[in-house]
């Protein structure tokens, strides 16, 4: 079989046409950060200037349709947008889309118009606030509360673990400001009297909005350090998205996508890369279990790469998907954990070096996947998570379940 993609003179075309804006457009110097925590409130403007260009010209969801902000272009193109996005390697400013899909097909036409557009045209990032320190695998168990008043509804929980690492407002504090912020998706109870699964509601929540507070944990890593505390948070009713208590249902339209099932277009770990040639040049290959192992690694990655993509064509083709993208998540996670392994047993101690350490090799990249490798394994859904969702949808486990519809967002051609 072919896994070459091959593109016609009009894509071809394109790819020259954005090769060329992004070279006139992204300063050189604008390289991504070993950790993305490291994003310093300087760079994080200087790639905000960036994304939001790219939004004007429809480049930043280019799937999506063009009276929301997209680009509605189609899934080679954007493929073609990513490929030539991880050659620049700028930056990201943290921006969890996970909410994109659930608000175009949940959404009414104002949402859309209010809500989605700002995100699509990178105006707002997004923040997920869904784990409770009593609800992360069991996610239906979740206590935050919301109150209908009038027009509006009252919020008050909290929610740990939550992603937005980048551009810190205040370098005391480590706290965001509410434009780094963005919008917070979240669920909250609505009918506390209800079934489980029918009782919560899927609201969008103004970064900025009065009685959130902000407060950091450390971690391993940069991501998922932020606990959020919502005391009495006023909202308009016209950002509850979906029926009142349907917010479980909605939430599937973010979850599945979350579980793999938007697939990726260039789905590869570049640390590995940059290891296996790192070994190489120091001979390291040359031990023939060393060579065994850096094989495996490869072996690993490359199964990885063809399971997204193949996710990626279900998803841009609008084909129903069931256990595939918990398949690939749970592969994701369990290779990550493996291919670690092989960098340390390879490399040796040195593998444990960080940046700060002139002898460390890669500048650090090697110790930092060390950690992302085994923080990686939690974030929405563990690796025994996934497996259960496959079990399920396969037949296999002790309850069957047919997959939730995944309308696909994309425009196919
Ligand atoms: C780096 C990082 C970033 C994150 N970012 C976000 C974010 O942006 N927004 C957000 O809302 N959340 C975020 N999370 C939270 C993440 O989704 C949860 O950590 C995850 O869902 C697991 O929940 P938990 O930590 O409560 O573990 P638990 O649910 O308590 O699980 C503990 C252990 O029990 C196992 N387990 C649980 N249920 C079962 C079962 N039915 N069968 C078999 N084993 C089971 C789990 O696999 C795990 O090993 C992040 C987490 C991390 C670590």
Redesign the pocket.
Known sequence: MDFKRRYTPEQEEFRNEVRTWLAENVPTDLKRPLESSHLDPETWDKVQVVRRAMGVKGWLHPTYPTQYGGGGLSSDHEVILQEELEKVDMPKVYD?TLDLPALMVWGTEEQKQEILRPRLLGETAG?????ESSA???LASLQMQAVRDGDDWILTGQ?V???GDAGYADESTKVPDSNQMGELFTLAVTDPDAPRHRNMGYFMVPGGAEGITVRTQD?L?G??KRQIFMDGVRIPATRLIGGETQGWQVAQTTLEIEHGGGGDVVPRSRTLEKFLKYAQEKGLHKDSHNQQAMMQAYIDNEVLRLLGMRNFWMYSSGQEMTWHGSQQSAWRRESGIRIGDVIREVAGLKALLDFEDPGAPLAGEMEVHQRESL?AA????????QK?IVARRLGISRTRERAAPTPSTAKSK
């Open positions: 969890n923040w997920q606030l869904f784990t992360g695998s069991d929610k673990f939550v992603g971690l890593v991501q998922g923080t939690h974030p929405g859904g563990t690796i025994e998570v259960v």
